[in-house]
């Protein structure tokens, strides 16, 4: 008998989200193919399992393939396991799926953790619909001209993030879609769990000075991008005073932002404007 491939879904931080049927499958094959083997190793140790384990990683996908597709021709089972998570999402995987559905062999994934999965079940969406887009250019000229095509979109976008990133991909984020509604989910099922949601113009000055450690995904939902309207400075500061919730702090933030000018000359504007209004209102 032909051997089988299992996709084995494993925990993303909390070890408790183990499944039973993935420790179990896990103990009977033949073989786990590991995206880091002193990784898994630590994974498999806690629950007490020994099955050999062969590294499995971006770099040696296809050199691996061949090899795996073999071994289990020759009648062996073969578990694939990542870092954490669902394999194939975002991670190695895709290449020994393909190849093993084309030797005709049999594919049986065992569902469990996912950052994907279980940052949509929170993020409360008004549709049935994502579009999911896994990690970003790393280069700002390549990310914006990925994330450009996506502002009209009506699905919800999710993205992965490393925290070395998230700041420039917010910044590039709240230039391209505006100042959007964002669900931002950091650390899921860790200790230090962060899911919020809140804007990209709150997130971008948020982390704007603060280091972002741990995981990220983030959700941009789709919506109207707040267009200010007027033709001089004055006109936008009034805009932002009657039609947007912006402290005036904020504004002047994303007016020298939007117009490259120093923050210091509108906020300066800003006081003798609004203040002016107050005037008149009292
Ligand atoms: N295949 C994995 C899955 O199913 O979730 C994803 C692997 S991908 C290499 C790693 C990315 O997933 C991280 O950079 C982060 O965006 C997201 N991620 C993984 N664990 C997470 C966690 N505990 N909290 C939030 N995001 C997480």
Redesign the pocket.
């Known amino acids: 008998m032909p051997g089988i491939l299992y996709i084995v879904?494993t925990p993303?931080?909390n070890l408790e989200d183990m499944t039973y049927r993935a420790i179990r499958v896990l103990k009977e094959v033949d073989l786990i193919a590991a995206e880091d083997t002193r990784h898994t190793k630590k994974l498999l140790t806690h629950f007490g399992i020994d099955t050999p384990l062969i590294s499995y990683y971006r770099e040696k996908e296809l050199h691996r393939t061949e090899q795996l597709v073999a071994r289990m021709l020759g009648g062996e089972s073969v578990a694939l396991v990542?870092?954490?998570?669902?394999?194939?999402?975002?991670?190695p995987g895709s290449i020994l799926v393909r190849e093993t559905r084309n030797a005709e062999l049999q594919i049986i994934p065992l569902p469990g953790?996912?950052?994907?999965?279980?940052?949509i079940s929170c993020a409360g969406l008004e549709t049935n619909s994502f579009l999911f887009l896994?990690?970003s250019p790393a280069k700002s000229a390549q990310r914006r001209k990925h994330l450009q095509p996506l502002v009209s979109q009506t699905h919800p976008l999710v993205?992965?993030?490393?925290p070395h990133r998230v700041r420039r991909f917010i910044e590039d984020a709240l230039e391209i879609f505006g100042d959007r509604k964002v669900l931002w989910?950091?650390?899921?099922?860790?200790m230090y769990?962060d899911i919020q949601e809140t804007s990209l113009f709150d997130l971008a000055n948020r982390i704007e000075n603060e280091k972002v450690r741990?995981?990220?995904?983030?959700i941009i939902h789709p919506g109207q991008t707040l267009q200010p309207q007027g033709e001089t400075i004055d006109e936008i500061l009034l805009w932002y005073r009657h039609e947007s919730d912006f402290s005036l702090k904020d504004a002047c933030k994303k007016i020298a932002s939007d117009m490259g000018l120093p923050r210091s000359d509108i906020y300066q504007r800003a006081l003798e404007i609004w203040g002016k209004q107050n005037n008149q209102h009292k």
Do not use: N
Request: aromatic residues 8%.
């Open positions: 879904a993303i931080g990542s870092d954490a998570g669902t394999p194939a999402i975002s991670d953790p996912s950052a994907l999965s279980a940052a896994g990690f993205f992965y993030e490393s989910a950091r650390e899921i099922s860790k769990e741990g995981e990220l995904v983030i």
